[in-house]
């Protein structure tokens, strides 16, 4: 299996004022590095946590996102906050990345 690097760097930007990351928060981070940005684009606001978790596809029966190496649980409100963040980046970055 080949590993392809992501074309984004949402890991790496500077987080919030007032957040104090953690490895699950960079976790996240690459996480939505990964996701293809058709997909990232498809998401809604107003879906209900039941629409969100069907639409990512990778939440465990508890109710936490289901990715490796993580130290505490992602529930569907943490997500959606750093899914917006990550969206802002992608509308940011988007136009030099294609430029390209």
Sequence with gaps: MDFKQ?????????????????ETS???????DRMADEKMLAYKP????EELVEWD????????LLIACSER???AEEY???LNQALEY???????LTAQ
Excluded: K, M, Q, S
């Excluded at 960079?26 to 939505?32: D, E, H, M, Q, V």
């Excluded at 107003?46 to 946590?49: I, L, Q």
């Excluded at 596809?57 to 109710?63: A, L, R, S």
């Design 6 to 22: 992501p074309v984004w760097n949402f890991e790496r930007e500077p987080f919030p004022a007032g957040e104090d990351p953690d």
């Design 90 to 96: 992608r509308a940011r970055v988007r136009p030099a």
């Design 46 to 49: 107003e879906w209900t946590d």
């Design 57 to 64: 596809g990778n939440f465990t029966d508890e109710g936490g």
């Design 80 to 82: 959606r906050r750093v």
């Design 73 to 75: 649980d992602i529930d």
């Design 26 to 32: 960079f976790n996240l981070r690459a996480y939505f």
